[in-house]
């Protein structure tokens, strides 16, 4: 379990520092995807700027908003709006030092990512559903499983 953790560690970090050498964000990368796994995020490499990570589940492709709020706290949420989900377009891209919803265009502060929920916002992923250490934040694949619906028609046009 040790060196699976170790593994997914390394490869989070690793993609994100080929990331930032490229100029791309992490989910740019296809390859970056986390395929039916933990996801482990070093809490390293977590920053102001939303890391939008990808993670494939059954075929299904999720993704997790991880950021650090103006408080210093960080914040971990699917990229899926609670209300807009189904539409296609329910998923945010950060702009500036907040996060906008591509569907309704509903503008989010960072300092808001996991501590609301309900209405047009991303989904988050408390505290209880995650495994925290002083350097990781893990989010275990069943939960991930069931997340998968919420995602059904995600980043797809109509």
Do not use: H
């Not at 490869?11 to 050498?21: D, K």
């Not at 791309?24 to 995807?33: E, F, H, L, T, V």
């Not at 209300?83 to 296609?88: I, K, L, N, P, Q």
Request: hydrophobic share 40%; with cysteine.
């Amino acid at each position: 379990m040790r060196k699976r953790i170790f593994i997914l560690v390394v490869a989070v970090v690793f993609t994100l520092a080929l990331a930032a050498c490229s100029g791309k964000s992490a989910d740019d990368d296809a390859q970056a995807a986390i395929v039916d796994a933990d996801v482990v995020i070093a809490k390293n490499t977590i920053s102001e700027t939303a890391q939008f990570i990808p993670v494939e589940v059954d075929g299904t492709l999720l993704e997790i908003i991880a950021v650090t709020a103006p408080d210093g706290t960080i914040r971990t949420a699917f990229n899926t709006c609670q209300v807009c989900y189904d539409s296609g377009r329910g998923y945010y891209k950060q702009d500036g030092d907040v996060l906008v919803c591509q569907n309704c265009g509903n503008r989010f502060k960072m300092s808001q990512v996991e501590v609301e929920s309900g209405g047009c916002n991303p989904v988050p992923l408390w505290d209880e559903w995650t495994t925290e250490t002083e350097d990781t934040i893990t989010i275990p694949l069943t939960l991930l499983q069931e997340a998968k619906e919420i995602f059904g028609n995600w980043k797809t046009e109509y």
